[in-house]
């Protein structure tokens, strides 16, 4: 009889061990699931206003939308085959404008291939023949970089930009489609014959560039975006970037200091 209460005694024991056992496991588990859920809780504070700033997605929709009003605002030249003509951010050539008379300069160019970046106007291209000669004679030879565009392939340049350093600053060095001297074809950007500093801030630096500055009046060119003149031109300094207007205007500009916008007595471009 002893023995039997024993045995009782010792199931009742191991029975209540396991269910102390089994309800600290439960409990165990209980607050480590409520753990994660607690944390996941969403936040609902609200962010305070002063530290909200604008994505820059959305940032450059802004400007593009801006952009795109103030391109219905232009105004289209009424004399896109003139030599003097005005275009630039406020002032566009006419839609899908093409010059008739482009033609390939007899000049060497950093590439060897017969493509349209390499034709200007007929004047323009016999003025631009005379400069390289004069510049030889120097003993600074240049070549051409980029004269003509299309309006389609000014299209794809400035969307490419667009698309690397955002519109604010693509339209600090690029033009919209209808406002870029290139779709006139009087204008070219040049380098040092070795192509050394090619439409780059470093040919400031070169022989080359001062020799531009000096004597491509003498051509009838001028230095279109000189520097000091940003907000004027709408465009920064580039050294390299030559447009034909004919002798007269280009000696006047060269002497009065100015720039195409202040010959015409133009509003300050404002990108």
């Not at 698309?163 to 070219?188: C, M, R, V």
């Not at 034909?244 to 002497?255: F, H, K, L, R, T």
Request: aromatic residues 10%.
């Amino acid at each position: 009889m002893n023995r039997k209460r024993k045995k009782t005694v010792k199931k009742r024991m191991i029975l209540w061990l396991s269910m102390i056992a089994l309800l600290s496991i439960t409990v165990y588990f209980i607050s480590e699931i409520s753990k994660p859920v607690q944390e996941s809780l969403p936040n609902t504070q609200e962010p305070e206003q002063e530290d909200y700033e604008p994505k820059q997605d959305e940032k450059n929709r802004n400007i593009q939308s801006e952009f795109e009003n103030n391109v219905n605002e232009r105004t289209v030249v009424a004399n896109p085959e003139a030599k003097a003509v005005l275009v630039n951010p406020q002032n566009m050539l006419p839609d899908r404008y093409v010059p008739d008379d482009l033609v390939y300069p007899n000049v060497r160019f950093t590439f060897e291939e017969k493509i349209e970046k390499r034709m200007m106007r007929a004047e323009a291209a016999e003025a631009l023949e005379k400069l390289f000669a004069a510049a030889d004679q120097d003993g600074l030879p240049l070549a051409g970089v980029s004269a003509y565009r299309s309006n389609e392939r000014q299209k794809q340049l400035f969307d490419d930009y667009v698309q690397k350093d955002g519109l604010e600053k693509a339209q600090t060095y690029s033009a919209y489609l209808g406002t870029s001297e290139h779709e006139t074809g009087l204008a070219i950007d040049v380098a040092g014959a070795d192509g050394s500093c090619a439409v780059s801030d470093c040919f400031d630096n070169k022989p080359e560039a001062k020799w531009l500055a000096d004597n491509a009046h003498r051509f009838g060119f001028i230095i279109r975006y000189p520097k000091g003149k940003e907000e004027i031109t709408g465009y920064k300094y580039e050294p390299w970037h030559l447009r034909y207007v004919g002798s007269d205007i280009a000696e006047e500009i060269q002497e009065r200091e100015i720039t195409l916008e202040e010959y015409y007595d133009a509003v300050p471009v404002s990108n």
